[in-house]
């Protein structure tokens, strides 16, 4: 099945043969779509279609340049320029960039219909040619763009399960086994595929359980097959480490290297490169070199982490005026962090964060915040880190603002869940205001002042009371010694234990264990 993109500013455009292609899903299939070449570029390199259907003239990047990236780095990619300026200038550029095929605005579905089958059919002539020629007769740099290209489909899920393990033998890879992993690593920004290739090739061998090739210019994909989950995960850390240690010695390239979760399914590589995916921007944020395993950054959460699941209303309803400055860090991330560089990144978190603080807004007051009518305004706002900052603070500052006057409900549930969490978990010195407040998906200075409201003591004292309770029942139910009981308790300092415990009571630990013994 062909898999079709389109770059055009008219959105009118986009919808006709984005419906047209639709109904021809036997045929072929919608893979995406852009207003310009410079959102279209980084869509193309991610989802690596067959056909580019582009404008000539668009803002920001035109469909002529965005061609001359896509030939010099997609070779394979087919593209067909639309254009509604009939000039022998544009066409004669076209023929330049080796169109394969040049239609005038308006288009008509037959003819556009009628276009896509003729570069499918030029599509199959050629991959025809390709496999009766026999392996000897294509080019090595041929071989490698069409592996590529069916590795990368692998990891979209484009590819079915049933055609994968036909194809994968076409291409000499084995897809049968019973774990596979994926794993990512981050090439600096002067790297030479070549050199890559070359290194990790002997670092492979020929009976290799490792499968390697790019997706985009600065990240080589590690595909990884085993029999178990403790045994493909061994493979990636120690394959990963052997890479890493040549890219610096031989080469002296740092690379930062994100190991995915195992999976048991070809039709889940997906999923598994998801988690190196997120690996991968979790790593960046605190390194730019090193292996970094997905298990590696379970647990570990900020105030506000929207990596760590739940839904991203789920973790705004609750938060305060004050939080939003934390809110947008913790969204967007850091400067430094690799994916946040990417308009089109920025542009999609944006998107997402004025949708929802639109519709948790109108849930107080209908239309109080409308929603984003206009994505190049939005565009224009992530143009830059700072200025998605600044919008996405905005916003939210309305928002909260807004919730917190028409605030009429109570919080009665999260607060039962909270106390339930301090009665179960009291014993535990660690536990923190942070800790309970992120259990109940509560901004730590949002659940502190909530949390008084709703019981009349602070984190601490209600969290001092249970601790006292749990201990005047161990007094009177042992002859433990008081630095036990004070550790069972949650305390690691015996002596301050038995202050607080005098300060509550009005009488000593010890004191309190004679009076229970005599009564």
Same mark, same amino acid.
């Given at each position: 099945?062909?898999?079709?993109?389109?770059?055009?500013? /008219?959105?009118?455009?986009?919808?006709?043969?984005?419906?047209?292609?639709?109904?021809?899903?036997?045929?072929?299939? #919608?893979?995406?779509?852009?207003?310009?070449?410079?959102? !279209?570029?980084?869509?193309?390199?991610?989802?690596?279609?067959?056909?580019?259907?582009?404008?000539?003239?668009?803002?920001?990047?035109?469909?002529? /340049?965005?061609?001359?990236?896509?030939?010099?780095?997609?070779?394979?990619?087919?593209?067909?320029?639309?254009?509604?300026?009939?000039? #022998?200038?544009?066409?004669?550029?076209?023929?330049?960039?080796?169109?394969?095929?040049?239609?005038?605005?308006?288009?008509?579905?037959?003819?556009?219909?009628?276009?896509?089958?003729?570069?499918?059919?030029?599509?199959?002539?050629?991959?025809?040619?390709?496999?009766?020629?026999?392996?000897?007769?294509?080019?090595?740099?041929?071989?490698?763009?069409?592996?590529?290209?069916?590795?990368?489909?692998?990891?979209?899920?484009?590819?079915?399960?049933?055609?994968?393990?036909?194809? =994968?033998?076409?291409?000499?890879?084995?897809?049968?086994?019973?774990?596979?992993?994926? %794993?990512?690593?981050?090439?600096? &920004?002067?790297?030479?595929?070549?050199?890559?290739?070359?290194?990790?090739?002997?670092?492979?061998?020929?009976?290799?359980?490792?499968? @390697?090739?790019?997706?985009?210019?600065?990240?080589? +994909?590690?595909?990884?097959?085993?029999?178990?989950?403790? @045994?493909?995960?061994?493979? !990636?850390?120690?394959?990963?480490?052997?890479?890493?240690?040549?890219?610096?010695?031989?080469?002296?390239?740092?690379?930062? %290297?994100?190991?995915? $979760?195992?999976?048991?399914? +070809?039709?889940?590589?997906?999923?598994?490169?998801?988690?190196?995916?997120?690996?991968?921007?979790?790593?960046?944020? %605190? !390194?730019?070199? =090193?292996?970094?395993?997905? $298990?590696?950054?379970? =647990?570990?959460?900020?105030?506000?982490?929207?990596?760590?699941?739940?839904?991203?209303?789920?973790?705004?309803?609750?938060?305060?005026?004050?939080?939003?400055?934390?809110?947008?860090?913790?969204?967007?991330?850091?400067?430094?962090?690799?994916?946040?560089?990417?308009?089109?990144?920025?542009?999609?978190?944006?998107? *997402?964060?004025?949708?929802?603080?639109?519709?948790?807004?109108?849930?107080?007051?209908?239309?109080?915040?409308?929603?984003?009518?206009?994505?190049?305004?939005?565009? =224009?706002? @992530?143009?830059?880190?700072?200025?998605?900052?600044? %919008?996405?603070?905005?916003?939210?500052?309305?928002?909260?603002?807004?919730?917190?006057?028409?605030?009429?409900?109570?919080?009665?549930? &999260?607060?039962?869940?909270?106390?339930?969490?301090?009665?179960?978990?009291?014993?535990?010195?660690?536990?923190?205001?942070?800790?309970?407040?992120?259990?109940?998906?509560?901004?730590? *200075?949002?659940?502190?002042?909530? #949390?008084?409201?709703?019981?009349?003591?602070?984190?601490?004292?209600?969290? $001092?009371?249970?601790?006292?309770?749990?201990?005047?029942?161990?007094?009177?139910?042992?002859?433990?010694?008081?630095?036990?009981?004070?550790?069972?308790?949650?305390?690691?300092?015996?002596?301050?234990?038995?202050?607080?415990?005098?300060?509550?009571?009005?009488?000593?630990?010890?004191?309190?264990?004679?009076?229970?013994?005599?009564?």
């Amino acid at each position: 099945m062909m898999r079709v993109f389109i770059a055009d500013d /008219e959105e009118i455009i986009r919808d006709g043969i984005r419906n047209c292609i639709e109904k021809e899903q036997e045929r072929f299939l #919608f893979a995406g779509e852009a207003p310009d070449g410079e959102m !279209a570029l980084p869509m193309l390199m991610e989802m690596k279609p067959d056909v580019l259907i582009t404008d000539i003239r668009m803002p920001f990047m035109d469909g002529l /340049e965005l061609a001359k990236v896509v030939r010099r780095t997609m070779p394979w990619l087919r593209i067909v320029f639309l254009s509604g300026h009939d000039e #022998f200038e544009y066409a004669q550029k076209a023929v330049s960039l080796h169109a394969d095929a040049y239609l005038l605005k308006p288009v008509s579905s037959a003819q556009l219909l009628e276009t896509l089958g003729q570069v499918a059919e030029q599509i199959e002539q050629e991959q025809q040619q390709l496999r009766s020629a026999g392996a000897n007769s294509r080019s090595e740099r041929e071989e490698d763009v069409l592996r590529e290209h069916f590795l990368n489909d692998l990891l979209s899920g484009s590819v079915p399960t049933a055609e994968a393990a036909v194809q =994968g033998e076409r291409w000499g890879l084995l897809l049968t086994a019973k774990q596979y992993l994926v %794993c990512i690593v981050r090439l600096p &920004e002067n790297a030479v595929q070549e050199q890559v290739r070359a290194l990790t090739e002997r670092l492979c061998g020929e009976e290799s359980e490792v499968c @390697a090739f790019f997706r985009g210019s600065r990240r080589l +994909v590690l595909l990884l097959r085993g029999e178990t989950e403790e @045994a493909v995960r061994e493979t !990636a850390y120690e394959f990963c480490q052997n890479l890493r240690h040549e890219l610096c010695q031989v080469l002296g390239w740092n690379a930062l %290297c994100a190991i995915g $979760t195992p999976v048991s399914r +070809v039709s889940a590589l997906p999923e598994s490169y998801r988690t190196a995916k997120d690996t991968l921007l979790q790593a960046s944020a %605190c !390194a730019e070199d =090193g292996v970094f395993g997905s $298990t590696d950054f379970a =647990g570990v959460q900020h105030e506000f982490d929207f990596s760590a699941g739940g839904s991203l209303a789920a973790k705004l309803r609750h938060a305060a005026p004050e939080d939003v400055p934390r809110i947008v860090e913790g969204y967007f991330g850091g400067s430094a962090a690799q994916d946040v560089q990417s308009v089109l990144y920025r542009y999609y978190l944006l998107m *997402n964060l004025l949708v929802t603080a639109s519709q948790l807004a109108d849930e107080v007051q209908a239309g109080s915040i409308p929603p984003p009518e206009d994505p190049q305004a939005v565009l =224009g706002q @992530a143009a830059t880190l700072e200025g998605t900052k600044a %919008c996405a603070a905005e916003v939210l500052g309305r928002m909260t603002r807004l919730c917190y006057r028409h605030q009429n409900v109570r919080y009665s549930a &999260e607060i039962s869940r909270a106390k339930e969490f301090i009665r179960e978990n009291y014993a535990d010195s660690g536990i923190s205001l942070h800790m309970v407040a992120a259990e109940v998906g509560f901004s730590p *200075n949002h659940f502190s002042t909530v #949390f008084s409201q709703e019981t009349g003591q602070t984190f601490v004292e209600y969290l $001092t009371a249970v601790r006292i309770e749990a201990a005047k029942q161990l007094l009177t139910c042992g002859n433990s010694r008081m630095s036990d009981i004070a550790f069972d308790v949650g305390y690691q300092d015996s002596h301050y234990f038995s202050y607080l415990f005098k300060k509550h009571v009005g009488v000593s630990p010890r004191e309190y264990r004679s009076r229970s013994e005599e009564g």
